[in-house]
């Protein structure tokens, strides 16, 4: 929206919405995304991670089409609401499918590359909106064709169908396959992922030994989804999940993502269209540093060092307007209420801290929300817990997009200094409550948030996919793989120990 809510064809359309007005039509999507995100657990479940994708992207393209032809607020935020459904299942989805296909070793990086895609995918609309906004006598005529927002409205459509194709050559989740008793597709996928195909591969073996386990402990257990998920282990991981993706809106994306147009326009310095443009570009760029280092760093730390300095940066930019900015005389129909006057180095560092500040978040935040709460949850509940969790995020990204345009307009400076408390709150709740998750399979979760340990205390643990890649390497253990249902595991000769009758093979360890 925010390549097209400056231009005067939307403005003049769809009656200068402004206000709550502005903010029911942005909140529109996330409103649809909260839906879609608690809806996707159940089509991921059932049809699998790669199916439910699919399905997304049909909504996409119908929401999409909705938009395009708008006649009124109310079509158009009906569109709105349907792409919504499919933005809500894709943000669970996508982590989840990620975690499960990647290496341990680089999974923070591959999950990161989503958040580095949605990067691309906001600037390259923005300056397709950007381009679209120049039509007839550009964003400031006030007969401006209406071609100015139906053309970004129209192109938006066309990643989804690129995605649905390209989908088809994708592989199901390993994880959801073994869940399904689907044991010689999942090993062949986990042959192809991580072993050059080669399904005796002594990496490929252990994470199959390593799904096994975990998926016989599960089966065990013998409840059901919901049942496991509010078990008190697991539930405490589903609040942290959720409040970390609170946290992800609460500390003040939405301001810089849906209506930096506005912040331009009240520092009062150059185009609002192009002044913000560069933020898109910087937000791009500077997501590459995580998707290098959060594996190296870990996720706790980006947490940590994020939310502290977008907490600075919120209220310096908040004091700077406070002290030299000052009411618009007669607020009529403008989208703003509060401007800095004839005073271009104070709007030059108002423009410069907000883009320090999306720096900040695309470096920190952005990229390792979205890793953490897809890695923290085991198997049975992944789908579902992911699911609430993005649920979480996308409640508070409709609240913020319907509050932030009114308080920009009612408490214009003051809104800074909340979004930089949240910041504050944010910070200690990570130092208090968010294990570090690097380096471990998605297996070994339970070993960290079970072991009692407070979270500022390191797990200094060696991955057990590690210890038993090199026993098979080694030779000291020998599992063969789950072909022809015909599976064995086995290790010397004189002990014996059932792991499990997940299919209707039997799955045994023979010991030393």
């Not at 390549?3 to 206000?19: E, L, Q």
């Not at 958040?115 to 390259?124: F, S």
């Not at 509010?230 to 959720?242: A, D, E, S, T």
């Not at 607020?331 to 410069?352: F, K, L, M, R, Y």
């Amino acid at each position: 929206m925010s390549g097209v809510i400056g231009t005067s064809a939307y403005k003049r359309y769809f009656g200068n919405p402004v206000s709550y007005r502005q903010g029911g039509i942005t909140a529109s999507m996330p409103a649809g995304s909260l839906v879609g995100s608690l809806a996707s657990s159940f089509i991921a479940d059932r049809f699998s991670r790669k199916v439910a994708l699919q399905v997304a992207c049909v909504l996409w393209i119908i929401g999409s089409t909705i938009q395009c032809a708008s006649q009124s607020v109310a079509m158009l935020c009906t569109g709105r609401a349907i792409s919504g459904l499919c933005v809500g299942m894709t943000s669970s989805l996508v982590p989840v499918y990620q975690s499960e296909i990647a290496p341990k070793e680089i999974r923070g990086r591959v999950v990161s590359f989503q958040q580095w895609a949605i990067t691309w995918g906001i600037l390259i609309q923005y300056f397709i909106q950007y381009g679209a906004a120049q039509v007839g006598g550009g964003p400031d005529d006030p007969n401006q064709p209406e071609a100015a927002f139906r053309i970004p409205w129209g192109i938006q459509m066309l990643p989804a169908f690129i995605l649905f194709i390209g989908l088809l050559f994708f592989p199901y989740s390993p994880r959801w396959l073994a869940s399904k008793d689907r044991w010689e597709e999942a090993i062949q996928v986990m042959a192809e992922l991580h072993g050059g195909g080669n399904v005796n591969h002594p990496k490929v073996l252990a994470e199959y030994k390593e799904i096994e386990e975990a998926l016989r402990f599960e089966h065990e257990e013998a409840v059901s989804t919901f049942g496991a998920l509010i078990q008190p282990r697991i539930f405490k991981r589903v609040i942290l999940g959720m409040s970390v993706q609170m946290w992800s809106q609460l500390c003040g994306i939405n301001i810089m993502m849906y209506y930096i147009v506005y912040i331009m326009e009240a520092a009062q310095i150059g185009s609002p269209l192009t002044t913000a443009s560069i933020q898109y570009v910087i937000n791009v760029v500077l997501t590459l540093p995580a998707i290098i280092y959060l594996d190296r760093i870990g996720r706790r730390p980006m947490l940590m060092f994020g939310s502290i300095v977008m907490m600075g940066f919120f209220f310096i930019s908040g004091a700077l307007q406070a002290l030299y900015g000052q009411p618009i005389e007669g607020q009529g129909s403008s989208d703003i209420t509060w401007i800095i006057v004839d005073n271009v180095p104070v709007s030059s560092a108002v423009v410069a801290i907000s883009y320090l500040y999306v720096a900040t978040f695309a470096t920190t935040w952005g990229p390792t929300s979205w890793t953490y709460t897809s890695e923290i949850y085991p198997s049975r509940v992944r789908a579902m817990a992911v699911s609430i969790s993005a649920a979480s995020n996308w409640l508070w990204n409709m609240v913020l997009a319907f509050a932030v345009p009114p308080l920009l307009w009612n408490i214009n400076w003051k809104m800074y200094m909340i979004f930089a408390a949240f910041n504050g709150c944010a910070f200690i709740h990570m130092t208090l409550c968010a294990h570090e998750t690097a380096g471990l399979t998605l297996e070994e979760m339970d070993d960290v948030f079970d072991s009692g340990r407070p979270a500022w205390r390191s797990h200094k643990k060696k991955s057990r996919l590690d210890v038993l890649q090199r026993d098979i390497e080694q030779g000291k253990i020998q599992i063969s793989a789950p072909l022809r249902n015909e599976p064995r595991v086995k290790e010397g000769q004189d002990r014996i120990f059932a792991l499990s009758d997940l299919a209707p093979q039997r799955i045994s360890i023979y010991a030393r």
